[in-house]
């Protein structure tokens, strides 16, 4: 049996399931089901991918087909070819698997919105965006997608598009990715230019490889991966509902940028210059992002700046030359991630819509599933020996600590893993235990099992999936088999000091003393001033130098510049020169003459 | 209402901006109710001060003092202006004219409603002109004192702005 054409067939079985919802819609009158129907379809569609998985891991078998080929020029030719290797093969699952969770949860979440159906048609465009992008062995079908991918987040932050901060939050992500797609498409120019094609088998090797293509990449994926510089969008895009916010900003879309690095590895590995950026920008974002989730009070913004540092993390890993591991975070950090999400979502919807953790305390005992699974994706979150996180993250700092490279994102990246623990623990504080500080008379129950199902099936998945995954696949890089127990026990030592920190940090709110207001303290709550010097120092210095060169600069260059003004400046700057000269000093002149002619004359003599 | 706050009026909107910032730095509520007495007995004990000039100052004091030492993101209720949820259903709240809009088979969803629609539009523009002219006359001249409209003063009458009243979008889609 063909091995090969079996796992393609279900690979396109999987996309053609999921299309279905969208060409056939009106087979029944009644369409009031339609949430559940797509539900049921990502539901079909996760158990159908599991066979092409289960083949690969068995049979290590790959596939790559091309479709239809676009003759787009003579010698240019684009063909849709999808490539299915362990990485489409494995990510399939987990994104349909994740993706199912959050629908089911989604038609509890959503139940009161009159357009549920226009919600979940946009969410199923969005994970058919979202797989083509995966599956794409050719860059110009991944663009497609990340466009794709683009597009729906931009109609899914502004799905509640009354209120204007939801619409300046859809065009923050669309302008920021924007920015990041330039990156993209220079690769893609360069690509065609040297070597006429756009497929990733076909990419130069790395050693003829210029850097500005790559820093082209490192740019795509700094847009679309919120890496420091290209961030802000990320946690403006919380302003969608909870749904949107589980199912793209933290476990799909976002890794987009880094799924590209991944797949584009073969020009990146002998580059130290972009290995080294990837490196620094990584560390960088991962620590900005934990120092900004510290004072955060809202609790999706600190899920969301959660996010963000652990995409910094999986840029540190693309940067120390380990894709595959960067590729493992990607999948175990899904499940944790998105299961917070949910759990976070439930709470919100419990509390009718209050976000705010100062107004949410003891919901351990109101919400015990939810607040149990919370607990359990923030122990994964912090890298808990043996659940899901533990098994990517654990490896990328113990690689980090091995290799001999840069100490200062070494050093970054784990004080960003102590913030790690410190604004989970305090995130967990405050909104499980102690006493409650919710209104009274707020009617709660988790009695539905659409909220109840999807989070204890991510559980579970937080729980087994790290193990599952490198217990089935074998590592294409060797990682370090000995270090001294000091470095082995680097990351459980700075999330142990994280976790004590944080206690003591809360006993200390609950001490009679009014916080004081301290430099670092109105960083991290101004998200580092970055969001007011860039939208609004960025725009008015290029908006008033183009409005200067478009009404200025003609008449200031021709009529002053190289008119009379300019030869008049000339000349006073000449006749300035002169007339210091003019000093009239009678003895200094002739002595320096004298002194001179002696000079002349000894060394004639 | 005049254009200027008074006195009493400052002095309360600092109370009250002072103790929700407090909330906000003060988590639990324990250590709230302590720093909020204290606030408190601060703002009684010059509270019996007859001297103007001085009880100005002393507001001035308190609101450079406030500046200073408030909270960098403030508690906000979900649906107020700056809340998460604020005008988060606007988008749902259509005016009633587009149901005149609607075509024959969509009516046809809500027959009771639109048998009787036309009769009530019938009535909302016979009574406008009643309704405006009361209004008229009971406004005073230099601008209306409060939002809240009048009661139908005649039998027979009905309350200005009714309609608008009654065709008002619901806060929370169904």
């Not at chain 1, 002998?270 to 960088?284: I, P, R, S």
């Not at chain 2, 969803?109 to 639109?114: E, L, S, T």
Request: hydrophobic letters at 45%; aromatic letters at 12%.
């Amino acid at each position: 049996m063909d091995l090969s054409l079996v796992l393609t067939t279900f690979m396109l079985l999987t996309l053609a399931v999921l299309s279905t919802p969208i060409l056939f819609p009106l087979l029944s009158d009644n369409l009031k089901s339609t949430p559940t129907i797509i539900t049921n379809t990502v539901k079909t569609s996760f158990l159908i991918s599991l066979i092409p998985m289960t083949i690969h891991i068995y049979s290590n078998s790959e596939s790559l087909i091309s479709l239809w080929e676009w003759k787009f020029i003579m010698n240019f030719k684009i063909p849709i070819s999808l490539k299915m290797d362990f990485y489409s093969l494995t990510f399939f699952p987990i994104a349909l698997f994740v993706s199912w969770s959050i629908l089911q949860f989604a038609t509890w979440y959503m139940a009161s919105d009159p357009y549920i159906t226009k919600f979940f048609t946009y969410l199923l465009f969005f994970l058919i965006a979202m797989l083509i992008l995966i599956l794409a062995n050719n860059l110009f079908i991944l663009f497609i997608g990340w466009e794709g991918v683009g597009i729906m987040s931009f109609l899914l932050i502004s799905w509640w598009h009354g209120r204007a901060e939801a619409n300046t939050a859809a065009l923050q992500a669309v302008l920021y990715n924007r920015v990041g797609d330039i990156g993209l498409i220079l690769c893609l120019a360069w690509l065609a230019t040297t070597m006429n094609t756009w497929e990733i088998q076909q990419l130069p090797s790395p050693h003829q490889t210029p850097t500005l293509p790559l820093l082209g990449l490192i740019l795509a994926a700094t847009g679309k991966s919120a890496q420091f510089g290209l961030h802000p969008w990320l946690p403006a895009a919380m302003e969608g509902p909870t749904p949107v916010s589980a199912l793209l900003h933290s476990s799909t879309m976002v890794v987009a940028g880094i799924f590209l690095l991944i797949r584009t590895h073969p020009l990146f590995s002998t580059n130290q210059t972009a290995l080294t950026l990837c490196l620094c920008l990584g560390a960088l974002s991962t620590l900005f992002a934990a120092t900004c989730a510290l004072t955060q009070n809202d609790i999706k913004k600190i899920i969301a700046f959660s996010t963000s540092s652990q995409l910094g993390l999986m840029m540190v890993t693309i940067g120390l030359n380990l894709p595959q591991l960067a590729f493992l975070h990607i999948s175990t950090h899904a499940f944790f991630k998105a299961m917070l999400f949910l759990c976070s979502g439930s709470i919100i919807h419990n509390l009718n819509g209050e976000q705010d953790i100062r107004k949410m305390g003891g919901l351990q005992k109101m919400l015990p599933t939810t607040t149990a699974c919370l607990t359990i994706g923030n122990l994964a979150l912090m890298g808990t020996p043996f659940l899901a996180g533990f098994y990517s993250k654990d490896q990328i700092i113990e690689n980090l600590n091995t290799s001999y490279l840069n100490t200062w994102a070494l050093l970054l990246t784990l004080l960003a893993t102590t913030f790690t623990a410190v604004y989970t623990i305090r995130m967990t504080v405050l909104v499980q235990t102690g006493f409650v500080r919710i209104p009274p008379l707020t009617p709660m129950n988790e009695n539905n099992p659409a909220v109840t199902s999807p989070i204890t099936r991510l559980a579970l998945g937080s729980i087994t999936a790290g193990f599952l995954i490198t217990s089935y696949i074998l590592p294409t890089k060797t990682p370090p088999m000995t270090m001294p127990l000091s470095i082995k026990v680097t990351a459980l030592v700075v999330t142990a000091l994280g976790i004590a920190l944080a206690l003591e940090l809360s006993k200390l709110t609950q001490t009679l003393l009014l916080t004081k207001q301290t430099p670092l303290y109105n960083f991290s709550t101004s998200l580092g001033y970055f969001n007011p010097l860039s939208h609004r120092f960025n725009t008015t210095i290029l908006l008033t130098g183009g409005q200067n060169i478009a009404s200025h600069l003609i008449d200031l260059s021709w009529y002053k510049k190289f008119g009379p003004e300019g030869l008049a400046t000339l000349q006073l700057m000449a006749s300035k020169i002169t007339t210091t000269l003019h000093s009239g000093l009678i003895k200094a002149y002739l002595s320096s003459f004298a002194l001179s002619m002696f000079i002349i004359l000894i060394s004639t003599y | 209402m005049a254009a200027y706050l008074t006195h009493q009026q400052k002095v309360l909107r600092l109370y009250k901006k002072s103790l929700r910032h407090l909330e906000s730095w003060c988590i639990h509520r324990d250590k709230y109710r302590y720093f909020a007495c204290l606030l408190r007995d601060r703002f009684d004990k010059n509270k019996d001060m007859k001297d103007m000039v001085k009880a100005t100052e002393l507001l001035k004091a308190g609101e450079e003092e406030f500046w200073a030492s408030q909270h960098p993101q403030p508690y906000v209720f979900p649906d107020s202006p700056g809340g998460t949820a604020y005008e988060r259903y606007e988008l749902y709240k259509i005016p009633e004219w587009c149901l005149d809009f609607w075509h024959p088979s969509e009516k046809a969803m809500y027959p009771d409603y639109f048998a009787k629609r036309e009769q009530w539009k019938k009535l909302q523009r016979e009574s406008w002109e009643r309704e405006i002219k009361q209004l008229q006359e009971e406004t005073p001249a230099d601008g209306p004192r409060t939002e809240a409209l009048p009661p139908a003063r005649k039998e027979g009458h009905l309350p200005p702005m009714w309609w608008h009243h009654v065709t008002r979008p619901r806060e929370q889609p169904m």
